[in-house]
């Protein structure tokens, strides 16, 4: 908790307790709305203007956001930006440089969670810290990659790679910048450098037409704020752990964990959404033009609502969620992975960095090693059904379509509420205590799946379907 005046905290106090909030909540949800006055100001006053204004100005603003939320404790930001730097500049574009940005973030982000840690879900320094730490690993990658022959990179890397090393005002303003400093989303040092100089725009040399989707952003992101204060205190993770709920019949525990599921993933919506928006305001946000000459400003877009909402795979889920954070763990530890040779390997190592990147508990670890089972079992079932003659036509008869839907939907529903029992509960005592109610129906279904699906295969899948697929 910062450290402020007493009728400061007095006045946050009962506004967050009339809300039913806790004040660090309260002063998180402050600090994100408070960006589109201050991307406002940046549109009408530093527009054009020299680009060490913004990076000041971002700065500035970067730390009193900083230190109205944690206060003193804002200093390990700040301590991990200036070594972040000076590595940077000492070590140059080596191997080196890219272990040392890479071991020394990450560990000081696990020795946060291990010192701060408590059995609750609590907003402190490593909130943003998380989101710093792969700022500074992604800067020292694309520092490294600038180094590299153009025909040694790949397309996105020759977009994002750093053929300079930057200032102390651009790395401190990349990493202050009130967009994206307390919960996301990721983007590059060049997108930054970029609208710094004033060239994140649609119309060359003005500023950009971005108020409306800045706006749209803003009101997807207040109706899901709405929706969550609503329904969300009606379904607290408390309850999970009652003998109440372990009362209540087996299909209720099942549709309970459902409903708890998707609505528990609304605080993140609001926050990505709102977020967004005050990047898209500043003109962060462009990401070019599409085939029909407008403007694209989902550059920081860190959730497909659509998507997220209609999908019914889980794999669907995952591509339209977090997709900042999905598209930097792919492009600097999937991707980087190659050399070993196996997908299979390279695509766990990325949920393990997952896992730790989020906290030390196990329910993060329980959580991923879910979702790894769980995409797997899913790509499997799909190529079933598509290389089966018979199940694609009777996934395709046109009176089966809405029954397949919604029973498809219903079982994605449940895969959503299942993994996230651990990723909100933390410890093993308590989401094995919820896990016990429902009898690991997630784990009874999905490796049942694993181990019966290659067999499936041999009854549905023709021998030459076979064939054609090894060809």
């Known amino acids: 908790m910062a450290v402020t005046a007493g ?20 002063r998180l949800i402050v600090s994100i709305f408070i960006g589109y006055p201050l991307a406002l100001f940046q549109r009408w006053y530093l ?11 971002h700065i500035v603003t970067g730390l009193l956001l900083s230190y109205f939320n944690f206060g003193y404790q804002m200093c390990h930001f700040l301590l991990c930006v200036v070594l972040q730097f000076l590595i940077l500049r000492l070590m140059g574009r080596t191997v080196t440089a890219v272990f040392t940005s890479f071991s020394f973030q990450t560990i000081y982000l696990l020795a946060g969670y291990y010192y701060t840690a ?46 300079r090393v930057p200032s102390f005002l651009q790395v401190a303003g990349f990493s202050y910048f009130y967009g994206g400093l307390l919960v996301g989303p990721q983007f590059s040092l060049r997108c930054y450098q970029k ?33 969550y204060a609503i329904i969300g205190p009606y379904l607290p993770d408390s309850y ?39 990047c898209i305001l500043t003109g962060l946000g462009y990401n070019g033009m599409d085939a029909s000459g407008r403007p694209k400003w989902d550059s920081c877009a860190n959730v497909k609502v659509w ?19 999905n598209a930097w763990v792919a492009r600097n530890v999937f991707k980087r992975l190659r050399f070993l040779g196996s997908k299979i390997i390279s695509q766990a190592a990325a949920l393990l960095f997952l896992a730790l990147w989020h906290g030390l508990h196990s329910g993060y670890l329980i959580c991923f090693s879910l979702e790894f089972l769980i995409v797997i079992v899913e790509k499997q079932a799909i190529d079933l059904v598509h290389e089966s003659p018979l199940l694609t036509r009777l996934t395709t008869l046109p009176a ?15 895969c959503l509420g299942y993994p996230l029992v651990p990723f909100c509960l933390f410890t093993w005592d308590k989401w094995l205590r919820v896990y016990m109610s429902i009898y690991f129906i997630g784990h009874v279904l999905f490796l049942s799946l694993l181990l019966t699906l290659p067999y499936l295969r041999k009854v549905f899948v023709p021998r030459k379907e076979k064939l054609k697929k090894v060809e």
């Open 118 to 163: 408590t059995d609750e879900y609590d907003i402190k320094w490593t909130m943003p810290q998380c989101v710093l730490t792969l700022k500074m690993i992604g800067l020292a990658f694309d520092y490294y990659d600038g180094g590299k022959a153009q025909d040694k990179l790949t397309k996105e890397q020759q977009q994002l790679a750093l053929y």
């Open 7 to 26: 009728s400061e905290l007095t006045l946050l106090q009962e506004t967050a307790a009339a809300v039913g909030s806790s004040e660090a909540a309260l």
């Open 400 to 414: 089966l379509k809405l029954p397949l839907y919604i029973a498809q939907q219903s079982i994605h529903w449940l």
């Open 240 to 278: 999970l752990l009652t003998d109440q709920f372990l009362d209540q019949p087996f299909w209720y525990r099942c549709v309970y964990l459902t409903i708890w599921g998707k609505i528990m993933l609304y605080k993140y919506l609001t926050c990505w959404l709102v977020t967004e928006g005050v």
């Open 195 to 227: 609208l710094a100089e004033g060239t994140m725009t649609d119309v060359a040399g003005q500023r950009p037409n971005s108020i409306m989707p800045a706006a749209r952003r803003l009101g997807l992101g207040l109706f899901y704020l709405t929706v």
């Open 307 to 325: 998507l997220f909402e209609t999908t019914p795979l889980f794999t669907g889920t995952i591509a339209s969620f977090n997709i900042n954070t």
């Open 47 to 57: 527009f054009g203007k020299e680009a060490h204004l913004t990076y000041l100005f």
